[in-house]
């Protein structure tokens, strides 16, 4: 659908390879296709959730356990981190083993077997006695899955053409990705949310774990495509007829002569420790984004949605638009400008701030007097769902929300005021018309609306007075332009860095070195949500970005001292041997 657009005529496009090459390239590319509906619909959009219900139907809204309290999110959260630690440790040793037998194709399937076999059963959660730990080990299993046969399917890309074909690769591959994601996700949304207003509960439970089902199927189902297209690369000095434990002591000495050899592989090793920095801060973004905004700028859940689905449409053209910069300017050139897109992104994220409440309407709790009976009714509040954000509402708050189209008396509503305005926990606004407490506005110091007189609210402040207050333009439509820009960057900068390390790693080495890039990637991914707590828990959720942003910062101008073409020198030359 891009191919018009952005189409690369010269001798060096995809177009100038043999139909062979062509159809494995495409057959490759369908992976990302397949195995996005996991990361995007099962591992962000549904799966989640719906874990933190099963939890809370078994615990509330928290437990304890060995001292450590958790609640649904940090135990999700620990299930994935460990999940990906698990695949960080194993994938170096894994991609030597595939080095020294052609196996990438098989460790591919077999880990896609598991990870979407686990994405299926895990429909079977209500039936069993402890349906959390059922979904949690299920996820568990696949998430497994789905980050492992990520290792091999990289470590396939260098053998698929010479490596100035990289970027265009990779960049393909993200765009397929985006879409066959995005389209399997819009069709859930409607799925669920139609079930939601025309179904009673039971059968919306149902109709969110067909879809979770749908999501294994899919990517079963793509996969085969990859794995009758893609041919397996040959290997030098197969190991075929070895015993298994050669075959281990092999890759283990394989991994000791490539450490070794770290100064042979400068390039590629300082392209790794600048890759880490840099994505430490991305992928820290993408995982704190949903709750950032619903936490710090109270950002509602049908625009947070209509954002990841703005994302994925967005950021496949963004792919071919990056792939098409490399071409133009180069691929480390090109990642530059993607990172440096990032960079201005979350400048611009810092600066979104709810409007002040103009209107009574705005606010949570509406309260107007009644003449008749001399008391106050409550005609509007807050919509609480079965989130955990909303679980622990404490009684004052769950008294009150009950209470709507009922009366209350002065000295009530005067106590209840009190405590929105003062309970630290409160994060709401309160608003009375007539009687004695006519023109009453309360807005606490936690709700979204209100900005401290602290540096870190000055540049939310200036923008919601000179752009988003005189332009009307609400939290919810703020967040969707993240959508927008994030999309447009997030394909270049995933695509270009897996196109830089593909470039710089000799293919007789490729599995193991992708194994190395899956766990510099995956360490990342623990590391960065925790320097954002630890941020969070010493100042603010803001302050806490602005440290991520940093990282990029840093990270990109490490990478622009890095020439990623002498480490593609290396690995041609590692080929040559």
């Known amino acids: 659908m891009f191919r018009n657009l952005f189409k690369n005529k010269n001798k060096d496009s995809l177009e100038s390879l043999d139909p062979e090459k062509r159809k494995a390239i495409t057959g490759w590319c369908m992976y990302d296709w397949a195995n996005s509906a996991f990361f995007t619909s099962a591992g962000t959009a549904i799966f989640p959730i719906y874990f933190v219900v099963a939890f809370q139907a078994t615990f509330g809204s928290r437990t304890e356990f060995l001292g450590i309290t958790f609640t649904g999110s940090s135990l999700w959260a620990l299930g994935v981190s460990m999940s990906a630690l698990f695949v960080a440790l194993s994938s170096p040793i894994l991609g030597a083993i595939a080095d020294t037998k052609p196996l990438k194709k098989t460790f591919l399937k077999y880990y896609m077997i598991i990870g979407s076999l686990f994405t299926i059963i895990s429909f079977f959660s209500v039936y069993v006695a402890n349906s959390w730990a059922w979904l949690i080990g ?29 970027s265009e690769i990779s960049t393909k591959g993200y765009a397929y990705g985006y879409v066959g994601g995005g389209l399997l996700l819009l069709v859930h949304l409607i799925f669920i949310q139609g079930a939601s207003i025309y179904l009673d509960d039971s059968a919306v439970d ?10 294994g199927i899919w990517w079963f189902g793509w996969s085969i495509w990859t794995l009758k297209t893609v041919p397996e690369p040959e290997i030098e000095n197969n190991l075929q007829n070895e015993s298994f434990s050669k075959i281990i002591l092999s890759a283990f000495s394989r991994l000791r002569q490539t450490f070794s050899e770290i100064r042979k592989f400068k390039y590629l090793f300082t392209f790794l420790i600048a890759f880490y920095i840099f994505n430490d801060g991305v992928q820290t973004v993408l995982s704190v984004a949903g709750a950032y905004g619903a936490d710090v700028l109270g950002v509602q859940l049908i625009f947070n949605m209509i954002t990841i689905l703005i994302i994925q449409f967005v950021a496949a053209p963004g792919s071919i638009l990056f ?22 992104i979350i400048v611009f994220v810092l600066g979104f701030a709810p409007l002040k409440l103009t209107n009574d309407k705005d606010y949570d709790y509406q309260f107007a007097f009644d003449s008749n009976s001399n008391n106050y009714e409550l005609i509007s509040s807050i919509e609480f769902s079965s989130t955990e954000e909303n ?17 209350v008396s002065e000295e009530e509503l005067k106590k209840f005021i009190n405590i929105v305005q003062n309970e630290p926990s409160s994060s709401y606004s309160v608003v009375v018309t007539g009687g004695q407490l006519d023109s009453t506005r309360i807005i606490s110091k936690n709700h979204a609306s209100s900005l401290s007189d602290g540096w870190i609210d ?41 196109a830089c390390f593909s470039m710089m790693t000799p293919v007789k080495k490729s599995a193991e070195f992708f194994g190395f890039y899956a766990f510099t990637m995956k360490a990342s991914s623990v590391i960065g949500p925790l320097i954002y707590v630890i941020a969070v828990n010493t100042s603010n959720q803001k302050l806490g970005v602005l440290i991520i942003w940093a990282l990029i910062v840093i990270g990109t101008i490490y990478l622009s001292t890095i020439d990623v073409r002498k480490g593609a020198l290396v690995a041609d030359e590692e080929n040559k041997k």
């Open 206 to 215: 149902l109709v969110t774990r067909l879809c979770i089902v749908s999501v």
């Open 458 to 498: 000055a540049w939310p402040a200036f923008l919601r007075d000179v752009l988003w207050q005189p332009l009307n333009i609400q939290i919810g439509f703020q967040w969707m332009t993240l959508g927008l820009l994030s999309g447009l960057v997030l394909g270049g900068s995933q695509a270009l860095a897996r």
């Open 323 to 344: 792939g098409w910069l490399a071409d133009k300017y180069g691929t480390k050139e090109a990642l530059v400008i993607a990172l440096t897109g990032w960079i201005v």
């Open 138 to 166: 299920c996820y568990f299993i696949a998430n497994v899955g789905a980050a492992g046969a990520n290792v091999f399917y990289n470590s396939l890309l260098p053998s698929l053409a010479p490596s100035k074909y990289a």
């Open 391 to 407: 679980i622990d509402v404490i009684n004052w708050e769950e008294k009150f929300h009950k209470l709507q189209g009922q009366k």
